[in-house]
């Protein structure tokens, strides 16, 4: 059963003469990941933004489960049902490593020593060590920011995870072992796990590939 459907989605800017988005029809599952790859102005980053409820279709639906995204609560669909990973990061400059984890479960409302025992095993499970949870995200490499950040999308409780570029800024040693963690939530924890992505290796170790070109897409 899917988690996320767009069924017949399409999306056109303001003032724009064709759609960016071209009568989209797919399905996400939990246990997989997938990619999405295309070219630069393909559709794909509008297509993720209308998967994360940013922006609504002007056509068609997307569907969370049996529910469509325009009758639900989007602040709170983002908040527990999905969560963003992003290129560049987005940690929190003057929060700790634990604490930038720790943000999502007591802006829900959690006890920040309850947020703090459940932010430092998701730390651990993406390799961050005990000894760098009281660093600023200016001391960790690229690679270790995104682990942070993976440890952050995982504390809100939500099991799909839409990941914008997030190798886009890493070196390849770091992109396989970022990939590496995303694969393995999605097989060994049933994560749904989507990638935006330009990089062809990244996409070779997603379960399924979509490719999108003038806002149309394919299953490959």
Request: charge should be negative.
């Given at each position: 059963?899917?988690?996320?459907?767009?069924?017949?989605?399409?999306?056109?800017?303001r003032g724009a003469e064709t759609p960016a988005v071209n009568s989209v029809s797919c399905e996400f599952e939990a246990g997989?990941?997938?990619?999405?790859?295309?070219?630069?102005?393909?559709?794909?980053?509008?297509?993720?933004?209308?998967?994360?409820?940013?922006?609504?279709p002007t056509e068609g639906d997307v569907l969370f489960g049996e529910e469509r995204l325009r009758d639900m609560d989007l602040?709170?669909?983002r908040r527990e049902d999905v969560a963003m990973i992003f290129q560049a990061f987005h940690l929190f400059p003057l929060m700790?490593?634990?604490?930038?984890?720790?943000?999502?479960?007591?802006?829900?409302?959690?006890?920040?020593?309850?947020?703090?025992?459940?932010?430092?095993?998701?730390?651990?499970?993406?390799?961050?060590?005990?000894?760098?949870?009281?660093?600023?995200?200016?001391?960790?490499?690229?690679?270790?920011?995104?682990?942070?950040?993976?440890?952050?999308?995982?504390?809100?409780?939500?099991?799909?995870?839409?990941?914008?570029?997030?190798?886009?800024?890493?070196?390849?040693?770091?992109?396989?072992?970022?990939?590496?963690?995303?694969?393995?939530?999605?097989?060994?924890?049933?994560?749904?796990?989507?990638?935006?992505?330009?990089?062809?290796?990244?996409?070779?170790?997603?379960?399924?590939?979509?490719?999108?070109?003038?806002?149309?897409?394919?299953?490959?």
């Amino acid at each position: 059963m899917s988690v996320i459907r767009l069924d017949n989605v399409s999306y056109t800017y303001r003032g724009a003469e064709t759609p960016a988005v071209n009568s989209v029809s797919c399905e996400f599952e939990a246990g997989q990941m997938y990619a999405i790859i295309g070219p630069s102005g393909s559709g794909k980053s509008t297509l993720l933004s209308m998967l994360a409820g940013l922006d609504l279709p002007t056509e068609g639906d997307v569907l969370f489960g049996e529910e469509r995204l325009r009758d639900m609560d989007l602040d709170r669909y983002r908040r527990e049902d999905v969560a963003m990973i992003f290129q560049a990061f987005h940690l929190f400059p003057l929060m700790t490593v634990l604490e930038n984890v720790c943000y999502p479960m007591e802006l829900c409302g959690m006890h920040p020593k309850e947020a703090k025992e459940r932010a430092r095993p998701l730390l651990e499970s993406v390799g961050i060590r005990q000894e760098k949870h009281g660093r600023f995200p200016a001391n960790l490499s690229g690679g270790e920011q995104q682990r942070v950040a993976i440890a952050r999308s995982l504390a809100s409780g939500a099991k799909t995870l839409l990941a914008d570029e997030p190798t886009g800024n890493l070196d390849a040693a770091n992109t396989v072992n970022v990939i590496r963690i995303l694969g393995q939530l999605a097989h060994e924890q049933g994560y749904c796990v989507i990638v935006v992505t330009h990089d062809p290796e990244v996409a070779e170790l997603a379960d399924q590939v979509y490719r999108v070109k003038d806002g149309a897409l394919t299953a490959s």
